[in-house]
């Protein structure tokens, strides 16, 4: 059994981990796990938009993709669910500490330098002034790892004499058997 809890949406090569999940199980092996949904920081990506920022964190992937990336992986099975959880915060310092322990952004056109005090204090206001609550879409799935399918060689060799030798048996076989009366 392999179990992954809040893993997954933080890997910048999602589909080789699930390879490589799907290579570290035995047959019938099974697969759970949990990861965050797109609808995820749903009011962060709002709030960076009307400051004109970027975008917060990374799109979080769809449960029915995540469904397909496994089957494409190898897994069987597949079932996926979600739930989507509103946590309300006391002060915008504790959401930004909630958000610091979740991990990384990943976006590809993400801040790439250190922003400054200015900065920070113009996102607590602004957190200030919202509703301080963020919403987690939290997906959830498991899969098993199945037998290997058996695979049908796109070509097949025969020598000449397996050739003649296999029709020399089938005119034998049609000879000992007796035609019908039309009686």
């Not at 809040?6 to 589909?15: F, I, T, V």
């Not at 952004?105 to 330098?113: C, G, K, M, Q, S």
């Not at 997906?139 to 029709?167: C, N, W």
Request: aromatic share 8%; charged share 20%.
């Amino acid at each position: 059994m392999l179990w992954a809890n809040m893993n997954l949406h933080m890997s910048d090569q999602p589909q080789a981990m699930l390879q490589q999940w799907h290579q570290a199980l035995a047959v019938d092996g099974f697969l759970m796990f949990s990861c965050l949904g797109p609808d995820s920081l749903k009011e962060l990506r709002v709030l960076y938009q009307a400051l004109g920022w970027p975008a917060p964190s990374h799109e979080f992937t769809d449960m029915h993709d995540w469904g397909d990336m496994l089957i494409g992986a190898g897994f069987a099975e597949p079932v996926m669910d979600m739930e989507r959880i509103t946590l309300t915060f006391e002060s915008p310092q504790r959401l930004l500490q909630e958000l610091r322990g979740l991990g990384r952004n990943l976006h590809l056109e993400r801040f790439p330098a250190l922003r400054g005090r200015r900065w920070h204090s113009q996102l607590l206001q602004a957190i200030e002034q919202s509703a301080m609550q963020l919403t987690f879409e939290v997906v959830y799935g498991h899969a098993f790892k199945s037998a290997p399918k058996l695979t049908v060689s796109a070509q097949s060799e025969i020598s000449l004499d397996q050739m003649r030798a296999a029709l020399t048996r089938g005119k034998a076989a049609t000879r000992a058997v007796p035609k019908p009366s039309l009686d």
